[in-house]
């Protein structure tokens, strides 16, 4: 946990629209929607989930030294009293709210990073290099769905200098909104394999639901993708329909931008 704020209560009332209840503190230190991994100063989100409603564990949040909950307004006769709240129709649109400001703040160079495969590890390596050029913020885990992206963009400290955000998807259509939330200046397609292959009639088909990720591009971005597979020119296609101001290939391919000369592995790691 950082020991700076990350959001004053005024910022987060403002972007999220919330009616306020409770003794609130001036800030929060962190965001988070799992009541088992709050740290001290968190706001905690009762997202509605498939099984768990989080509402129903916004009393263990603040025992474990929550500095408030961001609740349904619905709820609020549920909470326990004097609870510290913002109060807000919907928790989840609340929270793509406050991405959306954190996004709308920062004056971060931005990268999304999505594809069949090889997603969390190019976000990782992308951290590791851009950590030594300056402040670093990249997504928890596989934050990479309609709550994470959200979650991952609201966390984004105002002070730093690179983001790095990982978007996944299951279903034509996803990546859209989440790259529209995000507004990368780098979008990165890693791969596109037969993942998913149940929810899409074609490879072809998948392929043209990762190249959603060109949608948010900002004005002179750029497209990275790999030249091996046999999609590239569609993918490159899509990066230009997109507005791509610029197109960058990887891979083994000989016309690749950034080619692989040699590869040794090793069991406990790689070389290039």
Known sequence: MSDRALWTVAAMAAAMRASRAGPLPAAVRGLSIDSRSIEPQDAFFAILGENRDGHDFVAAALERGAALGVVAQEKHVTMPPDAPLLLVPDVLAALRDLATAARGRSRARIVAVTGSVGKTGTKDALRLVLAREGETHASAASYNNHWGVPLSLARLPESAHFAIFEIGMNHAGEITPLTRLVRPHVAIIT???????????????????????????????????????????RLARAAQAAGAATIVSFGEHPQADARLINLSLQPDGSSV
């Open 191 to 233: 791969a596109v394999e037969p993942v998913h292959l149940e929810f899409f009639d074609s490879v072809e088909a998948i392929a043209d639901a990762k190249a959603e990720i060109f949608l948010g591009l900002e004005p002179n971005g750029a497209a990275v993708i790999n030249r091996d597979g046999p999609l590239y020119e």
